[in-house]
């Protein structure tokens, strides 16, 4: 993720009055390697407030196939995101 988008989430006080707002419940989801994504530079930002950031990302080596079935390889699908807020105690909308 680039230095400035980092900078500006670090910056901003909207992104740690959108993580109160929620309780504290954020996740960020990729569809790639976790490392120096949005989910890390969001994580920065929202460090010193206290509050932490699930991440839901691609975790191993890609492979080819179906978008589909790599979003439920990967943990990325729909239902994993609905899980994730289930677990962190988000209601989900339906």
Known sequence: M????RSSLER??????TAR???GRVITVEDHYAAGGLGDAVAEALAPAGY???RLA??????SGKPEELLDRFGISAAA???????IGAPVSR
């Open 2 to 5: 680039g230095g400035l988008v």
């Open 12 to 17: 901003s006080p909207r992104i740690t009055l």
């Open 21 to 23: 707002a929620t309780g």
């Open 52 to 54: 932490t950031v699930h």
């Open 58 to 63: 691609v975790r191993e080596i890609p492979r």
């Open 81 to 87: 995101i609905a899980g994730a807020v289930r677990t």
